[in-house]
């Protein structure tokens, strides 16, 4: 079966800490894609990944082929980046046919 | 040029009634695909449509629940003899052309609340 796995489930932050979420995934996947849902619910696409490494701004994202792994990390946490952060990997369906994982719930305090 | 809009936000059906949700793609896009997360589970791929065609339906429920992207108007997503599981919020997204969420753009949500 196809399952994305994210960890921790739940993070709280203080304003300025590194922050680093974690996604796993089974064997197989062509792309994996990172996204944020903000509290009032809409939902942007931040990366999508097939290798290596993406930056934009405090967001970087990687991910580890081989160990079937990725992360999103933000610097420099501000509460804005309060929101649910959720992976999703393309196991080889159509590029909108995605398994997504549960979620992180960030939560940055001042 | 405005984004991806689909309404109601909000919508309350009675068990038994039809729920049609729409979806307003971005101008220029042709791709919609629509994702539903029930309560406290994470989002799941329903269907992709482009103009006039399902591409792949393969997340949709076998029974009740059908799509549309006409030629012209919007996307519809129709469950008809609602049920209280059927409680979600969905989100419709599009994207130019089929590289699915590399370049798609999300509408709010549609949450639907079957009493």
């Known amino acids: 079966k196809n399952e994305v796995e994210q960890s921790p489930q739940n993070l709280t932050a203080q304003e300025g800490e590194f922050i680093t979420i974690n996604c796993s995934y089974s064997v197989g996947i062509s792309a994996l894609h990172w996204l944020q849902q903000h509290p009032g619910g809409g939902i942007v696409s931040l990366f999508m990944?097939?290798?290596g490494k993406k930056k934009h701004g405090r967001l970087i994202a990687t991910i580890n082929i081989q160990e079937k792994h990725s992360s999103l990390h933000i610097t420099a946490s501000h509460p804005r980046d309060s929101a649910v952060y959720i992976c999703?990997?393309?196991?080889?369906?159509?590029?909108?046919?995605?398994?997504f994982g549960k979620g992180t719930k960030l939560s940055v305090k001042p | 040029n405005a984004g991806v809009m689909q309404n109601p936000r909000h919508l309350v059906r009675r068990r038994g009634q039809e729920a049609r949700l729409r979806c307003s793609p971005m101008?220029?896009?042709?791709?919609v695909y629509w994702y539903r997360q029930l309560p406290e589970e994470g989002l799941k791929f329903m269907v992709y449509?482009?103009?006039?065609?399902?591409?792949?339906e393969s997340g949709m429920p076998k029974e009740r629940f059908s799509a549309e992207f006409p030629k012209e108007g919007p996307s519809i997503l129709r469950i008809q003899q609602v049920v209280r599981g059927d409680s979600a919020a969905y989100f419709c997204a599009s994207s130019q052309g089929g590289r699915g969420l590399t370049e798609a753009f999300f509408g709010q949500g549609t949450r639907l609340t079957v009493v």
């Open positions: 990944l097939s290798s």
């Open positions: 449509l482009q103009k006039e065609n399902i591409i792949d």
């Open positions: 999703a990997a393309v196991y080889g369906g159509s590029q909108g046919n995605l398994i």
């Open positions: 101008k220029g896009h042709s791709h």
